[in-house]
């Protein structure tokens, strides 16, 4: 469903109703149409989202340079996670045990 509201908007417009109208059919037929609302609103959230993005600044000239700090605080916290929590949580009862003491 989320691909043919997709084609529906940026692919082949032609195509993409009958692709939208399989789509419903064969949701509504194995979830009824509880399952079919549910799956309609997240698809028009995330449409309501990319417009959005799309209208905010996803073109700025600027996300480049975001998008390669992101990553690089990503890899940061991938690298430190395995070790910095466990030191943080002996640090913090190392205290705790310290405290207790006096």
């Known amino acids: ?18 692709r939208l109208d399989i789509a419903t059919a064969a949701l509504r037929a194995k979830g009824g149409d509880h399952a079919l609302l549910d799956a309609a609103g997240v698809v028009a959230f995330f449409s309501a989202m990319t417009i959005m993005v799309d209208a905010t600044g996803h073109n700025n000239p600027f996300m480049p340079k975001i998008t390669r700090v992101m990553e690089r605080v990503v890899d940061v916290k991938k690298k430190v996670a395995g070790w910095l929590l466990p030191a943080c949580v002996g640090l913090v009862l190392c205290c705790a045990g310290g405290l207790a003491l006096r």
């Open 1 to 18: 469903m989320g691909s043919a509201m997709g084609e529906s908007r940026y692919g082949d417009k032609k195509d993409a109703q009958a």
